[in-house]
DNA sequence: CTGGGGATGGGGCCC
DNA sequence: TGGGCCCCATCCCCA
């Protein structure tokens, strides 16, 4: 049974993860990962050892679990399968085999033991693999970019991937430990990705559209959408508001026009204090110079 | 330009 | 695991 304390709303906020005991902004789409490139990744983090990639793949439930004490063949050296690698730079590449715990983020990952190809797997994490920099230096895009150029004569190369790596079946590696798989599910039309293989069924729809209208051909990701639109052929419109008895289709759309009827509508700008029904209205309102942002 | 309605997308929750 | 529903967000259009 979670406590929430007086000011957090259980709606919006949830328990902090791992050791961090706090609480936080539950993010609306926390299953899925958005594209990095408008993130900074923590270089800090690369700092640490090799080893901190794989490492970084997995996270235990529960911290007090010696790392030693779990039975990752990942993590044993002697027992971990080699993968091939691809180092070098300009026009000269050579390929290698290395323990996984050595991969680089100048290394351009060919293929995994089990044979498939690790590239397309490798844009699901904000943490990049570890740079070869020879400055030392961050790796911020920019600087990534400047590494791909060629005219950065003799600096190694570095491949454009940056994420985690999608280890075969972690979960049957990890079974009987406390250690949560962190694998994500790559969608194969797009780059997102996402914790749970439901998550990624579902977006895929999103894709194949598999509901279509029987009137018009509309093609939807969901029934209930597809559902929705038929009702704009009938002009069903099956929520009622009970102020004015004004019919809407959607039950979103009766929620917003509820607000109409409300006198102090949901979002107020904080500069006048005047409230909007909607977050565009209060969007346009502040865009309008009435209350600069601060 | 502002405010409101219509339509739709998409992730989460529940069963 | 999948369907149905909830909720939020967004875009477009119109008065």
């Known amino acids: 049974m979670v406590m929430y304390p007086e000011n957090v709303h259980p709606d919006y906020y949830c328990p902090g993860l791992g050791t961090h005991r706090h609480w936080q902004r539950m993010p609306r789409s926390f299953l899925v990962k958005k594209p ?26 529960d ?12 993590q044993t050296r002697e027992a971990t399968p080699q993968i091939q ?13 290395l323990n996984p715990l050595d991969v680089r983020m100048s290394d351009a990952l060919l293929v995994l033991p089990n044979g498939l190809p690790l590239k397309d797997n490798m844009n699901n994490l904000n943490m990049p693999l570890r740079n070869r920099a020879p400055d030392g230096g961050g790796s911020t895009p920019g600087h990534k970019a400047a590494c791909n150029s060629s005219s950065q004569g003799g600096s190694p190369y570095v491949t454009e991937s940056v994420g985690r790596l999608d280890f075969p079946k972690p979960d049957r590696l990890f079974s009987g430990n406390k250690v ?3 694998r994500y599910f790559n969608c194969p039309h797009c780059s997102k990705s996402y914790s749970s293989l439901g998550a990624l069924k579902m977006h895929i729809r999103t894709h194949t559209l598999p509901c279509a209208c029987r009137i018009c051909g509309k093609a939807f990701s969901r029934p209930w959408l597809l559902q929705g639109h038929i009702r704009t052929h009938t002009g069903e ?7 004015c008895g004004r019919g809407f289709a959607d039950r979103s759309n009766l929620r917003a026009h509820l607000q109409t009827h409300s006198e102090v509508k949901r979002y107020r700008c904080p500069g006048c ?11 346009k309102h502040r865009d309008g110079c009435c209350c600069p942002v601060s």
């Open 180 to 182: 949560r798989n962190c």
């Open 237 to 243: 419109k099956p929520f009622s508001c009970y102020h």
């Open 85 to 97: 690698v691809e180092r070098g730079h300009g026009d000269h590449f050579t390929k290698t085999l």
């Open 63 to 74: 911290t007090s679990i010696p790392r030693q004490d779990i039975t990752d063949p990942w």
């Open 36 to 61: 990095c490139s408008h993130r900074i990744p923590n270089y800090g983090q690369l700092l640490e050892a090799q080893a901190g990639l794989v490492l970084s793949l997995y996270q235990t439930e």
């Open 273 to 283: 204090g005047k409230t909007f029904s909607r977050i565009s209205l209060l969007t």
